[in-house]
């Protein structure tokens, strides 16, 4: 399924989430997002969580867009499972 994810054409990776939280202070998190969206090192590329609030994902069109959401979506699942089976 990562293969889904727009640029990445291998199996053999792994991708990290970024998980923000929740603040009622919105321009401090947009400050936050923009920074890291920005990052010359490890830039945020497919989406981003907020705690307790949900999914941000962008692509170049809509269908590009909620593919990755599904995407996302359905290895968030996978990996919720696995650590449910580990305990």
């Not at 293969?3 to 991708?15: N, P, V, W």
């Not at 400050?31 to 962008?58: C, M, N, Q, S």
Request: zero cysteines; glycine letters at 6%; charged letters at 25%.
């Amino acid at each position: 399924m990562l293969k889904g994810l727009e640029g990445i054409t291998t199996h053999d990776t792994s991708i990290d989430i970024e998980i923000f939280a929740n603040t009622q202070d919105i321009a401090a998190l947009a400050i936050e997002v923009e920074a890291r969206l920005l990052d010359p090192v490890k830039p945020l590329r497919h989406g981003f969580l907020i705690a307790g609030h949900g999914l941000y994902t962008w692509a170049a069109d809509l269908a590009g867009a909620r593919r990755q959401v599904e995407v996302l979506e359905f290895l968030f699942e996978v990996v919720t499972r696995r650590r449910l089976l580990a305990d």
